[in-house]
């Protein structure tokens, strides 16, 4: 079975900077987009950021653009999400997701392989 597994979550304060990993030991992705979503407390999950095989494509939610980068190591079979001033309807889990092709897609149902999440909590 194929496995994300997110990293890099915590407590920040409003304003502050995380930076999110994401890997898959038992996948190589670097032919498939990858995206980053969130989902806060009886909320669903909605899109974040994603980034097509090559990193040459990238999408963001209008809420965090200039404010989050995604990147992506192929070599490293790491995909990154770097969150800059973070804000505390910022406070959710994200998750890591791998697309089913290498073109970018930003709903759910565009990924085939998820994450566990990883915590991300803003305080104000």
């Known amino acids: 079975q194929v496995q994300l597994v997110e990293s890099g979550g915590g407590l920040v304060q409003a304003g502050g900077s995380l930076r999110l990993s994401c890997t898959s030991p038992?996948?190589?992705?670097?032919?498939?987009?990858m995206g980053w979503f969130r989902q806060a407390p009886g909320k669903e999950r909605e899109f974040v950021a994603a980034?097509?095989?090559?990193?040459?494509?990238?999408y963001y939610a209008d809420s965090v653009k200039g404010r989050f980068t995604i990147s992506r190591d192929n070599a490293k079979n790491t995909v990154y999400l770097q969150m800059d001033n973070l804000k505390p309807e910022g406070t959710a889990v994200y998750y890591c997701?791998?697309?089913?092709?290498?073109?970018?897609?930003?709903?759910?149902?565009?990924?085939?392989?998820w994450g566990q999440g990883t915590q991300v909590t803003v305080s104000s």
């Open positions: 980034i097509s095989w090559s990193g040459g494509s990238t």
């Open positions: 038992g996948r190589t992705f670097s032919r498939y987009a």
């Open positions: 997701s791998s697309g089913h092709t290498g073109v970018v897609r930003v709903t759910p149902e565009g990924y085939e392989y």
